[in-house]
């Protein structure tokens, strides 16, 4: 069965810090993965994707992750964080046949101003 | 209407009573999956729906779970004799063709 891993259980930045948070997944074959955000008190929100192609996928709000077959990895960056980055993050993969995804256990983020 | 509406958006209910919680979709959509949240937990997948039939129920925990869909559309996931374990929020999402999942806001369900 797919699994996915998130290193990071409580990351503390301050403002302009740059944001790696780490994504492993165990699947050899084909994968799609995505990054999701839940910011306090919303919904759940795609941040990113990939499917296929080039292996760093550009986001909304200046995400961006980069896909490393090699290491099963696909680790979130952000060059400077914003205390309004603050959320809950989410990484998962897609099971092909079903379309659910599979989630990692989340990384709170908490951006101090 | 425009995206994945669920209601009631909290429940408070006692333990040992049963529950109904519903899932609207995108309109068009035709997979449905419910997903629940709890602390230290994180989404943990329950059910999946293509069309009406539900080809993937592994993560339903227990008997108590149970859930259905009619006419391509509408979601009910029941939990029966609730426990205080059962307390989470629980999500439902959409899809068009099960490559993009589009969330709801959720279910909180508060077990006394």
């Known amino acids: 069965a797919q699994s996915v891993s998130q290193h990071n259980h409580h990351v503390i930045l301050s403002e302009a810090a740059s944001l790696e948070l780490g994504c492993n997944y165990s699947?050899?074959?084909?994968?799609?993965l995505f990054w999701y955000v839940q910011y306090p008190g919303q919904h759940l929100q795609l941040l990113l994707k990939?499917?296929?192609?080039?292996?760093l996928v550009k986001g909304i709000k200046g995400f961006e992750a980069e896909f490393i077959k090699s290491k099963f990895s696909f680790n979130l960056r952000k060059p400077s964080v914003q205390w309004s980055d603050t959320a809950e993050y989410f990484c998962?993969?897609?099971?092909?046949?079903?379309?659910?995804?599979?989630f990692g256990q989340g990384t709170t983020l908490q951006v101090k101003p | 209407g425009a995206g994945v509406s669920q209601s009631p958006s909290n429940k408070v209910t006692e333990k040992g009573k049963d529950v109904e919680l519903r899932c609207d979709p995108i309109?068009?959509?035709?997979?449905l999956y419910w997903y629940r949240q709890s602390l230290g937990q994180g989404l943990e997948f329950l059910i999946y729906f293509q069309g009406n039939s539900a080809p993937d129920k592994s993560g339903l925990p227990s008997d108590r779970f149970s859930a259905e869909r009619t006419g391509g559309s509408v979601s009910t996931l029941t939990i029966q004799r609730t426990q205080q374990e059962d307390s989470a929020v629980y999500l439902c999402a959409s899809s068009l063709d099960r490559s993009l999942l589009f969330f709801g806001s959720g279910t909180q369900l508060s077990v006394l």
């Open positions: 309109s068009g959509h035709t997979a």
């Open positions: 990939y499917f296929s192609g080039d292996p």
């Open positions: 998962a993969v897609r099971e092909s046949n079903t379309g659910k995804l599979i």
């Open positions: 699947y050899g074959g084909t994968v799609n």
